[in-house]
């Protein structure tokens, strides 16, 4: 800033000032109206917090399905004769394909045992002359391989020489996936409609403060104050408003997941998966502050627009 001419330099460091002394005048203004800034940061508070709240246990929950075994696994059913050093060598390749997450052998007697066991027709079993189950190789597919993905796989792996049938069943995980789908789309419609709210709440405050202060604006503009010097203050008043609300909705977030810790852990421990519950961590907090601050400036932004003009000496 040193090497700015001097007229320049007198230009920022008069408006540094002018907004300096808006933005501190803003904050004593509502430390003065402790009850009512305090009601107006809550309603700000809560409604930034249901979705960021709910976008995070959103995340949680697809971090879950994504560590599944497989999200959905291919069964591939060997041509029957196949030696069972042909059909493991074959499942080996596979497995270093990069769709391919992991594979597994079930050998016919593997197949029969488990079939057994699962059925009770045993002694059913015992009476063929030759066991009538194939071998069969389960491939897990890659985590981040989406459902389009997974058709083009199965039908590649048909092709294969030594596979008889290659089943996948997408139905649950297209289910799944229409389900989360639905519930981000639903996660982010009510945040605009909250938006909306935080919009709403801080312009009609911004209202009543300008009603307030009437005669103040009225003798402003007798002396040649301008709209810019006029609305400045009410703009930090939402500023402050969005900053503080965004500081509370963080710190109701931050309850939120404490208090689902525990059985949120218990969840992830039965489906060994990672923890299902994160904090907003310092992005995420800068977001919401980001969120709450842009809001609460739109409000007061359109409030001063609307009922500054109305307001002329007489």
Do not use: C
């Not at 959905?72 to 769709?99: N, P």
């Not at 977030?253 to 689902?260: D, I, M, T």
Request: aromatic fraction near 6%; avoid cysteine; glycine fraction near 10%.
């Amino acid at each position: 800033m040193s090497g700015l001419p001097h007229a320049v330099r007198r230009y920022l460091a008069g408006w540094l000032q002018g907004h300096g002394r808006a933005a501190v005048g803003a904050l004593g203004r509502l430390s003065r109206t402790r009850l009512a800034s305090a009601m107006t940061t809550g309603v700000l508070g809560i409604a930034l917090a249901l979705p960021a709240t709910f976008l995070l246990l959103l995340q949680g929950v697809e971090g879950v399905t994504a560590e599944w075994d497989g999200g959905a696994s291919l069964s591939l059913f060997i041509e029957s004769g196949t030696e069972e050093s042909d059909y493991r060598v074959f499942a080996d390749e596979l497995r270093e394909r990069a769709a391919i997450r992991s594979t597994e052998v079930i050998t016919p007697e593997a197949a029969a045992e488990e079939f057994s066991a699962r059925s009770g027709m045993r002694d059913a079993l015992d009476l063929l002359d030759e066991n009538p189950l194939p071998p069969v190789v389960i491939v897990v597919p890659a985590p981040d391989l989406d459902a389009a993905g997974l058709q083009a796989l199965g039908k590649e792996l048909q092709s294969l020489e030594l596979v008889d049938v290659a089943r996948l069943d997408l139905e649950w995980v297209q289910r799944l996936h229409a389900i989360m789908d639905l519930l981000r789309r639903a996660v982010w419609l009510v945040a605009a409609l909250l938006a909306v709210t935080v919009v709403l709440v801080v312009g009609n405050t911004i209202r009543l403060a300008i009603e307030n202060r009437r005669e103040e604006i009225v003798i402003t503009k007798l002396i040649g104050g301008t709209d810019a010097f006029i609305r400045r203050p009410f703009l930090y008043e939402g500023v402050w408003y969005g900053a503080f609300g965004g500081l509370l909705a963080a710190l109701l977030v931050e309850v939120v997941r404490l208090s689902l810790a525990a059985p949120a852990a218990d969840l992830a421990t039965l489906y060994a998966a990672e923890p299902l519950l994160h904090g907003l961590g310092l992005h995420g907090l800068v977001r919401l502050l980001a969120a709450g601050i842009g809001l609460g400036l739109v409000g007061s932004w359109l409030a001063v627009g609307r009922h500054l003009a109305a307001i002329e000496p007489t």
